[in-house]
């Protein structure tokens, strides 16, 4: 079984910074892809960044050049550095196993405001 937990969510600035963290318990980590997704009240959740076994990612064009998703095989960790906080980019945000997920973490709730 695997588990996933999300932290590093909070209350920021417009313009501000946050990194979230997702700690994975099971050695099947390494052989997924892994993606951050986000959901707003009422809407999709959405794929906000992925990152491949090998380590190639890919973003939503929302937050390119804001964004950047890392992933730490031996920590069984993935990462979510984001820039340039927006109030848009407010919503819970999810780690996934696999892209399309296959497991999901409780979520952490970002909130962009001033």
């Known amino acids: 079984q695997v588990q996933l937990v999300e932290s590093g969510g909070g209350l920021v600035q417009p313009g501000g910074s946050l990194r979230l963290s997702c700690a994975a318990s099971?050695?099947?980590?390494?052989?997924?892809?892994m993606g951050w997704y986000r959901q707003d009240p009422g809407k999709q959740r959405e794929l906000v960044a992925a990152?491949?076994?090998?380590?190639?990612?890919n973003y939503a064009d929302s937050v390119k050049g804001r964004f950047a998703i890392s992933r730490d095989n031996a920590k069984l960790t993935v990462y979510l550095q984001m820039n340039s906080l927006k109030p848009e980019d407010t919503a819970v945000y999810y780690c996934?196993?696999?892209?399309?997920?296959?497991?999901w973490g409780p979520g952490t709730q970002v909130t962009v405001s001033s």
């Open positions: 996934g196993l696999g892209v399309p997920a296959r497991y």
């Open positions: 099971g050695s099947i980590f390494s052989i997924y892809d």
């Open positions: 990152v491949t076994i090998g380590g190639s990612t």
